[in-house]
């Protein structure tokens, strides 16, 4: 991870991230410096294992190692811009980064703690009740951010006696458009010589990217949760866009055909938007969609925002579309997303702190290029 672009050392600063290596180079690294193999071991422990970031904290290493391993990475996390903590448990963090912010929130619950990272600063995929689609695309995270900010949520919670144990992919961006850096950071993350969290732990949510469904099967082994949100190809195609490339059809197969490969089941993302997606009528088409697929629904009540042309529907609303689901054997818990007092879902809290800080002149260089990049 480069130094904050702020940060004086950060014209000297080349070193590819630590994070940037997987286990093997890192320790490839340090045998081809004529380390000892358990020396090796030792460095990889106090990453992977003891989830120990600092060079400084590393006390089995020698100083002399510590220095030239200081000199060849670059040991720094992204600087923390803001951090909002709500009192359902959740913290939202917004990170600096070269281009734009990067959004990660962590959620506490009994037993377990998650997180939720982003992908990309923004995203092209302008799905119509989304604000980090109504960011536009700037870039894509690589593999060391992607992990850095799993790094960075780890030592917030570890003086709790936490330990992060669960990453969904549904902060910011779409995770299979950059599909090889969020494929390093999954077998990073769930993979036994890595951090080593449980495969199931780890969910990547796409809004149906289906050539990538189709051969994510076989490059990560991780849950998959789907944004449906509509099961009907013009509705679908009005509040996402991308349905248009690939219609509910062609989902559906690539869908089908993952389950297969895979033999897990999927998580189906349903946001219940008021008098748009939660009748009768498409609660029929949902169940249709759902037929053949051994699949969960999470219907998620829509979190309005300023400027977005939803609302959420009423309770009465959500109850009658949940009873449709579960008269029909259909698993469909009503989630109510975290954090929503320090300000909702998927992008939000990044384009909140864009426009708080958009008067600031040094802000600016950042904000433009955030709000201006093309949507494709
Ligand atoms: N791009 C991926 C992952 C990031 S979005 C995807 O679309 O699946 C993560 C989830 O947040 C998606 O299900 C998305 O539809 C949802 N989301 C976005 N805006 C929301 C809003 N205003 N209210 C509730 N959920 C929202
Ligand atoms: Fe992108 Fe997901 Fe938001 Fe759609 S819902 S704009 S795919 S982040």
């Excluded at 990067?102 to 703690?113: C, F, M, N, P, S």
């Excluded at 779409?174 to 390093?184: G, M, R, S």
């Amino acid at each position: 991870m480069p130094a904050h672009p702020s940060s004086p050392a950060a014209a000297a600063t080349a070193a590819p991230s630590f994070l940037s290596l997987a286990p093997d180079a890192l320790k490839a690294l340090l045998l081809s410096w004529g380390e000892p193999a358990f020396r090796a071991q030792q460095l990889h422990d106090w990453i992977y294992v003891k989830r120990v970031f600092s060079l400084s904290s590393m006390s089995n290493l020698s100083a002399s190692l510590r220095q030239r391993l200081a000199t060849h990475l670059d040991w720094q996390l992204p600087k923390i811009h803001s951090q909002m903590s709500g009192a359902d448990g959740s913290t939202k963090l917004l990170l600096e980064s070269e281009r734009g912010f990067i959004e990660a929130v962590i959620l506490r619950y009994d037993g377990r703690t998650s997180l939720c990272v982003s992908s990309q600063v923004g995203c092209k995929l302008a799905c119509t009740f989304c604000q980090t689609g109504k960011l536009g695309f700037v870039r894509h995270l690589s593999a060391a951010e992607i992990l850095a900010q799993f790094a960075i949520a780890d030592q917030i919670v570890q003086p709790e006696g936490r330990r992060i144990s669960h990453v969904v992919f549904m902060g910011m961006g779409e995770p299979l458009d950059n599909y090889a850096n969020v494929v390093d950071a999954v077998n990073r993350l769930s993979g036994k010589e890595a951090f080593g969290l449980s495969v199931r732990n780890v969910t990547v949510s796409t809004s149906g990217l289906v050539p990538q469904i189709r051969t994510l099967a076989h490059d990560v082994r991780a849950a998959l949760a789907v944004s449906l949100h509509a099961a009907r190809d013009e509705l679908r195609t009005e509040l996402m866009p991308i349905n248009r490339r690939y219609p509910l059809a062609e989902l559906k197969a690539a869908l089908l055909d993952y389950q297969k490969d895979s033999g897990d089941k999927l998580t189906i993302e349903y946001i219940l938007i008021k008098d748009k997606n939660c009748g009768l009528r498409e609660a029929k088409e949902l169940v249709k969609f759902l037929h053949g697929l051994r699949a969960k629904v999470n219907l998620i009540p829509f979190n309005s925002h300023p400027g977005m042309p939803f609302d959420r529907p009423s309770d009465e609303d959500i109850r009658t579309f949940q009873k449709y689901l579960s008269d029909r054997s259909i698993a469909a818990p009503v989630r109510y997303s975290k954090g929503l007092e320090v300000s909702g879902a998927c992008g939000q809290l990044a384009a909140k702190v864009i426009q708080s800080i958009s008067a600031l002149p040094q802000r600016e260089a950042v904000l433009n290029r955030q709000v201006q990049a093309p949507l494709s």
